[in-house]
């Protein structure tokens, strides 16, 4: 069973920056692909950000291309969304997820972490 822990959240000016990490307890995260989702009240979970297991390729969703980069780090056992620019449409609970498929839906990740909130204010 992989744990997974999202930090970071906050409340951000409209412009401003976070970086989110996820922390993995009870096992590696370096067979997954992680990924990135945020879910904004009232809407369904949404695909923000992906990276294979290797670190070797990413892929971003169109809304956020060239402000968000998602990384991560193996060796830590983390894996991070840097955020710039942000927009108040970015505000949403922002989860972290690994899985052994590639791809955007949600069905791809067996495993989630419990969300942290991102307030973009104008």
């Known amino acids: 069973q992989v744990q997974l822990v999202e930090s970071g959240g906050g409340l951000v000016q409209a412009g401003g920056s976070l970086t989110l990490s996820c922390a993995a307890s009870g096992r590696s995260l370096s067979p997954y692909n992680m990924a990135w989702f945020r879910q904004a009240p009232g809407k369904e979970r949404e695909f923000v950000a992906r990276?294979?297991?290797?670190?070797?390729?990413?892929y971003h969703a169109d809304s956020v291309k060239g402000r968000f980069t998602i990384s991560r780090d193996n060796a830590k056992n983390t894996v991070d969304l840097q955020m710039n620019s942000l927009k108040p449409e970015d505000t949403a609970v922002y989860y972290c997820a690994a899985g052994w498929r590639w791809g955007s839906a949600t069905s791809n990740y067996e495993y989630w972490g419990q969300g942290t909130q991102v307030t973009v204010s104008s």
């Open positions: 990276i294979t297991s290797s670190g070797s390729s990413t």
